[in-house]
């Protein structure tokens, strides 16, 4: 297993090999319900007729052009993300770090362009995650990705919530953009709050600082709305998104308000591959299904998910909090997780564990009702079979 492979990840030994919906079949037949979507990405589900028709059609015209050459759909893609997300321009990329890279890229420019050339730091929220490149990285709070690449760039951490140290740092450091994800998706599904937010707003406005909001986990719909940071009423200068906008093929995309949408000249940044016409057909069946009314199912499916969660957050004492909104939630436990997602899994529900004690809850935006009822069935009654300890730390296995 994993030949030829570098050890990166740790994987599971099931081969999947068909899916339809919110489920996904392995090579014995087994059936899974899928609450993972491979990691908040498949937002259209597995096996879906439309998409399947949209890439089928570009496969057999054309599926690579390059970025020196024009197809019909990059304009119709970026002027679409842009209506969703109130903003001007979109930088496509293959992936959320490299949306992140361009992100801090034209942050760092658009300081070069005002003459502020000292302005080249950034500062970042705690339990913050936005990629694994150098530039990414850096950002990342967990300091077991972080250190054994050191030395990193010049990046300042408030904590979570804290808006006198977040006007401290830009005081001292005044860096050339501030960073955060609106809902923290590997820091445990942790929503920071809407009063951080406004006065990061209002913060960055003050002092000419890019304000970036990482939405690449919680963005393009995941939370009821197109961005999560729309709930709460705050507009960032530039918003990152990847995950679920190509319904599962690799796209990411930098958007930058009308400010900022001019701060790169030709040249500046580019990607062979980014926002190629396969891509693009793929990102606009996922738009189509938004204003079709995916949302709607989204915050109902979600709302359901969220009360069966409290349900058993009542029921069971070793649940500790129910997080999240949408189909973004987080089922946070007294002790490490690690167990009970594995446990989950073998009972045939794949979720993935994040933040140590938090299972991340994240479906696909076309799961039913059914499925959310199943699956949190499941997760009752593999719940039940833990000790039921508030011990923090505690060690916990199934009872046998
Ligand atoms: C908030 C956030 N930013 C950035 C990234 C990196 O995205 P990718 O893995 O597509 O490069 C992730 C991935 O999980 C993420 O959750």
Known sequence: ????????????????????????????????LDFLA??????????????????????????H?????????????????????GMAAAFFTNSGTEA?????KLARKAMHVRGEKHRTSFVAVEG????????????????????????LMDVTWVPPDDVQALERAVAEKQPCAV??????????????APAFLRAARDLCTRTGTVLVHDEVQCGCGRTGTFL????????????????????????????????FADTFEKGEHGSTFAGGPLVCRAALVFLDELDRGLLANVQARGEELRAGLVAIGRELPIVREVRGTGLMLGLRLWHSATEFQKALYKAGVITNCTAGDVIRIVPPFVITSAEIAQGLRIMQQTLATFPQTRELGAAVSPKS
Request: charged share 20%; hydrophobic share 45%; proline share 5%.
């Open 128 to 151: 913050g995650f936005h990629g694994r490149t150098m530039g990414a990285l850096s950002l990342t709070w967990s300091e077991k990705y972080r250190k054994p690449f050191a030395p």
């Open 179 to 192: 960073v955060y994800e609106p809902i923290q998706g590997e820091g445990g599904i942790r929503a920071l």
């Open 228 to 259: 999560a940071a729309q709930q709460v009423g705050v507009q960032p200068d530039v918003v990152v998104l990847a995950k679920p906008i190509a319904a599962g093929l690799p796209m990411g995309a930098c958007l930058a308000n009308a400010a």
């Open 38 to 63: 491979g990691i908040a990405v498949s937002a259209l589900g597995h096996g879906h007729q439309g998409l399947a028709s949209s890439l089928r059609d570009q496969v057999g015209k054309v599926v």
């Open 65 to 85: 052009l390059s970025n020196l050459f024009r197809h019909p759909y990059t304009e119709q893609v970026a002027t679409r993300l842009c209506a969703h997300a």
């Open 100 to 104: 992140m890279e361009c992100a801090l």
């Open 1 to 32: 297993m994993d030949e030829g492979v570098m050890k990166t990840y740790a994987r599971a030994d099931e081969v999947f090999v068909d899916g339809h919906g919110a489920r996904l079949i392995d090579s014995t037949g087994r059936e899974f």
